[in-house]
């Protein structure tokens, strides 16, 4: 059975920094896609960071702030945080799935699920003075 559970997330200032982790059980990250997605108190659901195949893809708001990457050995992903912003206060999940497209989230429509059918119950960042 898959899951995952995130964990890191908590209260930090404007221009703060924060770690989040997503640690995957019955699951190989090596062949499947895998994305970080946030929603906001009273928004939609939006992919912010996704890697597959080596390669990583980012929304526009958080390109150069944020960073995914993994530890395979451990079977965890990662998303590292700096700069942050009050906008960037929201639930942040991570998501895999066997046909889960990152591109299509990224490139096309960061607001539709494409393919990810296994998601943790999230983490809450809250970026506040």
């Known amino acids: 059975q898959v899951n995952l559970v995130e964990s890191g997330g908590g209260l930090v200032q404007p221009g703060g920094s924060l770690k989040l982790s997503c640690v995957v059980g019955?699951?190989?990250?090596?062949?499947?896609?895998i994305g970080w997605f946030r929603q906001a108190p009273g928004g939609e659901r939006e992919g912010v960071a996704c890697?597959?195949?080596?390669?990583?893809y980012y929304e526009d708001s958080v390109k150069d702030r944020f960073t995914i990457y993994a530890d395979k050995a451990k079977n965890t992903v990662y998303l590292e945080m700096h700069n942050l912003k009050p906008e960037d206060t929201a639930v942040y999940s991570c998501?895999?799935?066997?046909?889960?497209?990152?591109?299509?989230?990224?490139?096309?429509?960061?607001?539709?699920?494409?393919?990810?059918?296994?998601w943790g119950e999230g983490t809450l960042v809250n970026v506040s003075s």
């Open positions: 890697m597959s195949s080596g390669s990583k």
């Open positions: 998501a895999t799935g066997v046909w889960a497209s990152c591109i299509a989230t990224m490139e096309q429509d960061k607001h539709v699920n494409y393919g990810f059918d296994y």
């Open positions: 019955g699951y190989t990250l090596d062949y499947h896609p």
